[in-house]
């Protein structure tokens, strides 16, 4: 994988797309240095610590989880959406960003994405015009299809780096969720991918519910797993077959599109149930790069789903309600044979028919499953990849409590709860 240069920006962006490898793809091309958190984070937190101070309001703070956790970070937004973009852009002039404005050429095509935005989540509407205003330039003028993933990208990019590893990722991670019989809803779910600096991030913005959830290239913009208030949890897993190569585009797609961890947020933000989430994916194309997700939904209910993109880039929507229902790195429109080619679906197959869905139906116990699931070194079936700690972590869900506990690998996986 190769990152290429976005055009009069000079900023890198990946040819890949998923979280695996798009992330570590941007950080080891992009920096030469192999900083953590520790060094030089401390600028990009200190320009967020700044801008705090000057205006007296703290919509956006980011600082250490634990002292345990360099390579992981806290966020927390809050707030209006414009005071939050106001605060967006106030970073992004303190770290020398210019204004990203659109280019005539594609000012059309701009008009049509904020009519996107402004019929399916006018709160980034919000956010953007707080960005313009930190610039004194007028919203309208403000390239969203560069927001859409570059601007929040680069303070990631600039701001923190990756400790020294010898590969670029892999296909990886898993969710699984399981109804019980005594009607609790439970999700699991595992990061595999390098060793990045990610961040755990607490959202109260108003205008959308609150959520908690994972993120990594953006503070806040993005998400990679989490859960609302609502108890609707979405999560990602990278499709690697290439017949699926249909729905990927490099370039900014023409018809308005948002970023496949750009549009997890807007879930988060919007949805309250796996039926809206589904009719959200219906109304709102969905933009891939060099990789193809898929997305794992499931609200307190007891319904899942998991929405897919065919070869022809037709969406398909897998549901199910009650029961277990799992999914790795093959999309559920093949069927069980192709499934079943996958080690960790065919672990977590054999797990379930012998444990049952009462059997992984606690943090603890659906825990004790993602870990055979798990890349790292205290897994036999699958240690550490080359030497790197390959499961960054695991997240467990517990949808009618709305609490999630989080499982780093940087401090053995401890646990860590957290809730509304």
Known sequence: MKPRILEDRGIVRPAGGSVAMAIAAFAIAALASCATAGTAGNDIETAVARVAARTGNKSLTVGPIS????????????????????????????????????PEERRKQN????????????????????????????????????????????MWLDGYGVKKSTSLGFPACSVIAT?????????????????????????????GYKSINTSGG???????????????????????????????SQAYPEKPSVYGLHMMRIVLDTCASVDEAVALF????????????????????????????????????T???????????????EGRESLM???????ADKYVAEHGADGIATHASMAELMKLLALRE??????????????LWTTTYDLADRTMVIRYWEDGYKERKLGF
């Open 67 to 102: 002292n345990d956790l360099p390579m992981f970070r806290m966020v927390t937004a809050k707030g209006k959406p414009r005071e939050l973009g106001r605060a967006l852009g106030m970073i992004g002039i303190e770290s020398g960003y210019p204004f990203p404005a659109v």
């Open 111 to 154: 008009e049509a994405i904020f009519a996107l935005y402004r019929e399916v989540y006018p709160a980034y509407i919000e956010r953007v015009a707080g960005v313009a205003e930190a610039y004194g330039r007028k919203t309208e003028d403000l390239d969203l299809a560069f927001m859409e993933d570059q601007y929040h990208l680069r």
């Open 179 to 207: 109804r019980s019989s005594s009607g609790g809803t439970v999700v699991g779910r595992n990061l595999d991918t390098l060793n990045l600096t990610g961040f755990l991030v607490r959202s109260e913005v108003q205008g």
């Open 218 to 248: 953006a503070f806040h913009e993005w998400a990679i797993d989490g859960i609302n208030e609502k108890g609707l949890f979405v999560g990602e897993m990278t499709i690697v077959d290439p017949a699926y190569a249909a729905n990927l």
């Open 282 to 317: 219906g109304r709102v194309p969905v933009w891939f790069t060099d990789e193809l997700w898929h997305f794992f939904l499931a609200d307190a209910s007891g319904k899942f789903a998991v929405v897919e993109y065919g070869k022809n880039r037709q969406l398909a929507i």
């Open 319 to 333: 549901r199910q309600t009650g029961g277990v229902l799992v999914s790795t790195n093959t999309s559920l429109m």
């Open 341 to 347: 080619k996958c080690p960790r679906y065919a672990i």
């Open 378 to 391: 205290d897994n036999p079936r699958y240690p550490s990849v080359i030497g790197i700690r390959a499961t």
